[in-house]
């Protein structure tokens, strides 16, 4: 990883390790939705 600038760097580490983060806020909607979706299935099931 020598070839590679020292904020590039930083920038792949801290997107390894937030992945969620680096995904952006459409992935965020998509995953609050998707959890939404699941709390009101598993509610609906158990009423």
Do not use: N
Not at 10 to 19: A, K, T, V
Not at 28 to 39: E, G, K, N, S
């Amino acid at each position: 990883m020598d070839h590679v600038p020292l904020a590039e760097q930083d920038r792949i580490h801290r997107h390894l390790r937030y992945p969620l983060l680096g995904a952006g806020v459409l992935a965020w909607i998509f995953l609050a939705m998707t959890v939404l979706l699941a709390v009101l299935t598993v509610q609906g099931f158990i009423g």
